[in-house]
Nanobody
Framework: VQLQASGGGLVQAGGSLRLSCAAS????????MGWFRQAPGKERDFVAG????????AYADSVKGRFTISRDNAKNTVYLQMNSLKPEDTAVYYC?????????????????WGQGTLVTVSS
């Protein structure tokens, strides 16, 4: 079972990036998915979550209105569209899969983790 995150990179403040997380080894179409991030010297924080069919989403207050999480179960892939990026969005972004149809905003509810992709936003 593997979650492969991609799409990170260096972008100027105000720019956009789209992260992807492709699952392999098994299907996650029945699992809630989420994105978390960890900045240097800080704890891993919840960014966004999506339910198994995509009908429910949740966002951290710091990214509401700027980030959008979505999923394509046919492709076994979850996305994070990030717009209006700020320097404080700089972090390693991790995708994760929960064992349940909804993972919520707590890392302990997610049992499969990708390797992370670095997002750097310059001012």
């Amino acid at each position: 079972v593997q979650l492969q995150a991609s799409g990170g990179g260096l972008v100027q403040a105000g720019g956009s990036l789209r992260l992807s997380c492709a699952a392999s080894g098994r299907t996650f179409s029945n699992n809630g998915m989420g994105w978390f991030r960890q900045a240097p010297g800080k704890e891993r924080d919840f960014v966004a979550g999506v339910s198994w069919r995509g009908g429910s989403t949740a966002y951290a207050d710091s990214v509401k209105g700027r980030f959008t999480i979505s999923r394509d179960n046919a492709k076994n892939t979850v996305y994070l569209q990030m717009n209006s990026l700020k320097p404080e969005d700089t972090a390693v972004y991790y995708c994760a899969a929960a064992r349940r149809p909804w993972g919520g905003d707590e890392a302990k509810m997610y049992h499969y983790w990708g390797q992370g992709t670095l997002v750097t936003v310059s001012s």
